[in-house]
């Protein structure tokens, strides 16, 4: 299983997303998988590491007292990071494993300001994101900063996307708000301004108002302490895994499909799941009339996520 999350991280990282957000983070809870980022092959180094957030899903086990953070919603696309040097855009990186990631300056010139009144280096980290009414529009957004050459540009100028700022490094004011109004004020989308309802989330993030206190609790080597993603939690069904057939796909490959005894998923009735390959199957260690956990990825896709017996 660790070499299938390892193949799924991937593939999220470099746009083209084989599961759902909701999806990977049950399967890495289950097999305890706490890899983040993937290493791109044509990499480039932040000038500030590019964290991810430490997930929770009740606000009773917060790690944080909630009275202290400020409240902003999780968007669901693709991070950045921009770097600024005496007022000018120097380069644009995708997040990568979060030390170093791809080249998308001529991308990101067309969605931020080129432009700023700030003398230094100011790294602003934030979301690529596509309307909700774009389908899969996650996979949309993180696609479309891989496309390529003068062509791929001229498309991306096309696509309906925007970035929303959600950090800046180093901080520049004592309050986490205050710094983001100054970066509204250069001419940016922010997290704490941005109408997200038309845009896809991810849960909520809990950030703390006071920089001062935020930096105080530094860094563990993946997350930062002072902030957290609430998350909402993906409850399974349990059924039974009756039969294994292999269907053929459009692309011409063949793969399992788990027959299921028919359960109630939300709104729908499951009795097919897939099973994505054969070493999916041995990492479950799944076999005829084992009790299996089944869930609708994004609602839709029936997936076995677990043995239970």
């Not at 799924?8 to 983040?36: C, R, W």
């Not at 480039?44 to 202290?68: G, W």
């Not at 998350?231 to 069904?237: L, P, R, T």
Request: proline fraction near 5%; charged fraction near 25%.
């Amino acid at each position: 299983m660790q070499s299938f999350l390892d193949k799924m991280s991937q593939l999220y990282y470099e746009g083209t997303p084989a599961i759902s957000d909701a999806e990977f983070d049950l399967l890495a809870d289950k097999h305890n998988y706490t890899k983040v980022g993937y290493t791109v092959t044509d990499a480039v180094k932040h000038a500030y590491q590019m964290y991810s957030l430490q997930k929770c899903f009740d606000l009773n086990d917060a790690p944080l007292p909630i009275d202290e953070c400020i409240v902003t919603p999780k968007l669901d696309g693709a991070a950045v990071s921009l770097l600024y040097v005496d007022g000018n855009l120097e380069l644009a990186l995708t997040r990568g494993d979060g030390i170093q990631g791809r080249d998308i300056t001529d991308k990101m010139r067309q969605l931020v300001p080129n432009e700023c009144n700030d003398t230094g280096l100011m790294q602003i980290t934030g979301e690529v994101v596509a309307p909700s009414s774009v389908p899969n529009s996650r996979n949309f957004a993180s696609g479309s900063l891989g496309l390529k050459g003068s062509s791929g540009l001229e498309e991306f100028k096309k696509r309906p996307l925007v970035f929303v700022a959600y950090d800046v490094t180093p901080s520049w004011t004592a309050n986490y708000a205050c710094g983001l109004e100054l970066l509204h004020k250069m001419g940016l989308n922010v997290v704490t301004r941005f109408n997200a309802d038309a845009y896809p989330q991810d849960g909520k993030v809990y950030r703390l108002k006071s920089n001062a206190k935020f930096d105080a609790l530094g860094y563990t080597a993946k997350h930062p302490r002072g902030a957290f993603a609430l998350k909402e939690q993906v409850a399974g069904v349990e059924t039974t895994l009756l039969d294994v057939v292999w269907q053929l796909g459009k692309s011409g490959a063949v793969s399992p499909v788990a027959i299921l005894e028919p359960c109630v998923i939300g709104d729908a009735t499951v009795s097919r799941a897939t099973l994505h390959n054969i070493e999916y199957i041995r990492d479950l260690d799944l076999e005829i009339g084992c009790k299996v956990e089944v869930i609708r990825s994004g609602e839709i896709i029936p997936r076995i996520v677990r043995r239970l017996d």
